[in-house]
């Protein structure tokens, strides 16, 4: 049976762990810090630069308005920080001597799978984002349009949810709302009664 020598395998471990394994986790953990306040910076810089939109509400009560402004931030917040935590995955990939073209080959065949299987998906979402920034219409607001004519009792990030007059729900994807004449009339807004 062969012998042990603990002591030059403990002295390799302890060399790996100092020289090699804890200057990389120091780089790692100092990529992932700044990554993490350059998200919160670009979340600020989000606000800074919608706000002339994010003030532009017309004909909205306060929880209307507030559900245009997170549905607004949450996507460029979303997409900003995606990219921003990927690059900083890469990197500390690279800390850990990964290869640099099997990381760029790996995810570039990712994303071309991604973007491919989830483009209706994506021209979905698109399409919503910019009915939601230009304020087209709002949950109880009446759309009259090609696709069918109801009361919005719901908009979600890929759809619009309808209801007719004879009860019916219709679930129209934004992409067809965008491409198609909308006659939008807008919901009164709820008055608030006063009590003396």
Known sequence: MPVVDWQSW???VV???QFWFVPRLFRSLVILLAAY????WLESRWT???RPTLVAVRDRDAAQAAWRRVRLLSLPFL???TLLWLAAGWLVAEQFGAPREILLWGLSILA???FWTARHLLADLAAGYALILDDTFMDGDQISAPFGEGTVERVTWFAVHLRTED???LIVPHRTVRGDPLKVKRAAKATQQVRH
């Open 10 to 12: 403990l002295n390799n």
């Open 15 to 17: 060399g790996w762990v």
């Open 37 to 40: 306040f350059l998200s919160r």
């Open 48 to 50: 800074a630069w919608l």
């Open 79 to 81: 997409v900003t920080q």
């Open 112 to 114: 071309v799978g991604f």
């Open 167 to 169: 009860g019916t729900r």
